[in-house]
């Protein structure tokens, strides 16, 4: 991510993979700097892990699942869930080494998410909230990404509305910042004050008509943002609370190292995220590499994500040390947002599974 208050944006078209009508698997693409520089930031829809995933849906030939098992032909599967013998049900796809997601199954790979996610019909979802703990990001030389937040869609559609924060590493230095989006917009990115042990709190809510609000809070700091925004293609088919490593045309970037991040008081359609019944996320590179683990859900609406790897086939073991942050001014007060758009590379938070 460009250093804080220096961010200058541009946008892509989102790139879409095949999967079935249930779910709809893709890598949203963003542009680089036009020096070539990278730089990382938030949100859009989600990339596929390792060797696919799988979603359900009635009607379409099973493809070959893990141990070479054959899905059963025009069969119909159960809300996605699994067929006998490892076979898969009707629509269902799964690629060797890849991963299995319906509503009735908490665990799949994403390329650049981890945490939960719950996708459903077109109106299901209204809002979802959370709230964590910034983390420290640990910097080594090398550019590295990640960001933390909450969001409505990305998960089977095409938009993401979303806001958190991000953690980055540029030159060994880390910097951390407030920000919200509404996909395939570009982000915005708050003049406020973010820092590692910071308590955040974020909510999505869609107000109907394609109204939405969404809030970010730096109990720490004293501040907080609220926004309202619309969007003409959003469709509330998702509900998510995720760790995430942004990407480039590239491709997914390494991700920071950010130990581990503590998500709380996660709620999805005012529901406790336990009983919403959502699907856990594995972050794995395309390299088969993983990145970040979700722990369970524990008292029904808390859970971490711990950072396993930069993605790359050989990370480099990190130093102790972590280089002090840089930080947005020091003002506790909510300026209005401020973004550049069209001249720099900024890297979307997105889908991937």
Do not use: K
Request: include cysteine; proline fraction near 7%; aromatic fraction near 6%.
């Amino acid at each position: 991510m460009a250093a804080v208050g220096c961010v200058a944006f541009a946008v892509v078209a989102v790139l879409i993979r095949p999967s079935s009508p249930v779910r709809t698997i893709r890598v949203a693409d963003e542009a680089r700097a036009a020096s070539g520089a990278l730089g990382g930031g938030p949100g859009g829809p989600m990339a596929a892990g390792p060797g696919g995933s799988i979603s359900a849906g009635p009607g379409a030939t099973g493809s070959q699942g893990l141990a070479d098992s054959q899905g059963t032909a025009g069969s119909q599967g159960t809300a996605g869930s699994q067929g006998t013998a490892g076979s898969q049900g009707s629509g269902s796809s799964q690629g060797a080494g890849g991963s299995f997601s319906s509503a009735a199954n908490a665990a799949a790979t994403s390329e650049n998410w981890s945490g939960y996610a719950e996708a459903g019909p077109p109106g299901t979802f209204t809002s979802v909230s959370s709230s964590w703990t910034e983390p420290t990001v640990t910097c080594t030389a090398q550019q590295t990404f990640s960001s933390f937040w909450v969001g409505l869609d990305g998960d089977g559609t095409q938009s993401v509305e979303q806001t958190g924060t991000e953690a980055d590493c540029n030159n060994g230095v880390a910097t951390y910042q407030g920000w919200f989006e509404m996909f395939p917009n570009a982000p915005v990115f708050y003049n406020n004050p973010v820092a590692p042990g910071d308590t955040m709190s974020a909510s999505v809510v869609a107000n109907g008509g394609g109204a939405f609000t969404l809030t970010l809070s730096d109990q720490t700091q004293g501040w907080t943002q609220t926004t309202d925004q619309t969007s003409a293609v959003a469709q509330l088919g998702s509900a998510e609370i995720i760790a995430e490593a942004p990407s480039d045309t590239n491709g997914v970037l390494p991700l920071s190292n950010f130990g581990t991040v503590n998500f709380a008081s996660a709620m999805i359609n005012n529901t406790a995220l336990a009983a919403a019944s959502p699907t856990e996320l594995t972050m794995v590179s395309a390299a088969g590499v993983t990145q970040a683990t979700p722990s369970a859900v524990t008292n029904g609406d808390d859970f971490s994500v711990t950072w396993d790897s930069n993605g790359t086939a050989s990370s480099p073991a990190d130093p102790t040390a972590t280089p002090a942050p840089t930080v947005s001014p020091t003002s506790t007060a909510s300026p209005a947002p401020t973004v550049t758009i069209g001249t720099g590379g900024h890297h979307h938070h997105h889908s991937s599974y």
